[in-house]
T-cell receptor, first 113, second 112 residues
């Protein structure tokens, strides 16, 4: 079956702009989780969406938001970008039947200049 | 809040050496435990998982892990590493649906 697809792969944005990242989960997976990965902080949980509802949220400011559509595809949005938002953003899909073992996408590399 | 600690940041081994990577977590309730691996240039992938039952679980590529509840540990082992095992390894704890907490990762370098 197809894996988790994240688009775009790379983004360069200017401080103050906003960005939207997209994630298509594995077919049948209704849970989509987002992580920020940086060399200094490792993998930090952003939020999880399940059946179009945010079910879990990490400790990120309100500039980070997301949503999920009826087909389980998810987007995350970062507004008013800061230099510190430069990171690899990972999407992972999972299911309750698999106890939330993740299948990750390749990530979106965001660079804020 | 739960936390995950991986004891070694960087491990260097020669081929055929045995591997053990430590992972401890802090959470008093029921957990699902995972090890993920990220090979150079590739995305994170699931290596093995523990939910319940036999505390010794086997994963892909000859890896295994042992859950010791009394020690809150889930250490990863492999009897004989290969150069192709060079990668970064992450331990993760899942306690709440689609939210997992990851350790900082251990970089394994295997010298041929």
């Amino acid at each position: 079956k197809a894996g988790v697809t994240q688009t775009p792969r790379y983004l360069i944005k200017t401080r103050g702009q906003q960005v939207t990242l997209s994630c298509s989960p594995i077919s049948g997976h209704r849970s989509v989780s987002w992580y920020q990965q940086t060399p200094g902080q490792g993998l930090q949980f952003l939020f999880e969406y399940f059946s179009e509802t945010q079910r879990n949220k990490g400790n990120f400011p309100g500039r980070f938001s997301g949503r999920q559509f009826s087909n389980s595809r998810s987007e995350m949005n970062v507004s008013t970008l800061e230099l510190g938002d430069s990171a690899l953003y990972l999407c992972a899909s999972s299911s309750d039947s698999d106890r939330y073992g993740y299948t990750f996408g390749s990530g979106t590399r965001l660079t804020v200049v | 809040a739960q936390s995950v600690s991986q004891h070694n940041h960087h491990v260097i081994l020669s081929e055929a050496a045995s591997l053990e990577l430590g992972c401890n977590y802090s959470y008093g309730g029921t957990v699902n435990l995972f090890w993920y691996v990220q090979y150079p240039g590739q995305h994170l992938q699931l290596l093995l998982k523990y939910f319940s039952g036999d505390p010794l679980v086997k994963g892909i590529k000859g890896f295994e892990a042992e859950f010791i509840k009394s020690k809150f540990s889930f250490n990863l082992r492999k009897p004989s590493v290969q150069w192709s095992d060079t990668a970064e390894y992450f331990c993760a704890v899942n306690t709440n649906a689609g939210k997992s907490t990851f350790g900082d990762g251990t970089t394994l370098t295997v010298k041929p």
